[in-house]
């Protein structure tokens, strides 16, 4: 039952990811930036022809992006299917990746491109501009990361203890 509440998780990641992009793209000009916090944000429409953070942008390659997109998301529902119900965390991460990556994969395949507008900065110093779907991704492989080395902690301390 969790995993089936996890998947509508999912889709409102894409449902809110695709209506930010549709907002930007629908309402500023590419390469218009509207300054929020000065100094630390702004919102700027980009459009990154490559992957996480601009990553591979001059292979130009959508279609390839996309197969090895959809490729990682049937993977992901795979293991989202035979992870056990009980690890939480775990699904909750690959639910997170998974709305991330299907948002992303979305741009990708209607556009050639992903919308991201989300820009953080500290004076003329710019992090690479992302959205809602690559936060998801962000957010969920770092809690999976974390789940994993904790729990390794976890089965040492066992191990140690019954020896």
């Known amino acids: ?96 990746i998974i709305g991330g990556a299907a948002g992303n994969l979305i741009d990708r395949v209607q556009q050639q491109g992903v919308v991201d507008f989300v820009d953080f900065h500290i004076g003329a110093s710019h992090w690479p501009a992302f959205n809602v779907a690559d936060s998801a991704i962000t957010i969920g492989m770092a809690l999976f990361i974390y789940v994993i080395i904790f729990n390794q902690e976890e089965k040492k301390e066992h191990i140690e203890t019954n020896e």
């Open 1 to 96: 039952m969790l995993k089936k509440y996890l998947l509508v998780f999912s889709c409102f990641i894409i449902l809110v990811d695709y209506y930010t992009k549709w907002l930007i793209d629908s309402n500023m000009a590419l390469h218009e930036s509207i300054e929020v916090i000065p100094g630390l944000l702004n919102i700027t429409y980009v459009r990154n022809m490559g992957v996480a953070f601009g990553m591979f942008s001059d292979f130009n390659a959508a279609i390839t992006l996309s197969v090895i997109s959809a490729g990682a998301i049937l993977f992901l529902l795979y293991l989202l299917f035979v992870t056990e119900d009980n690890k939480t965390a775990e699904l909750f991460a690959i639910s997170l």
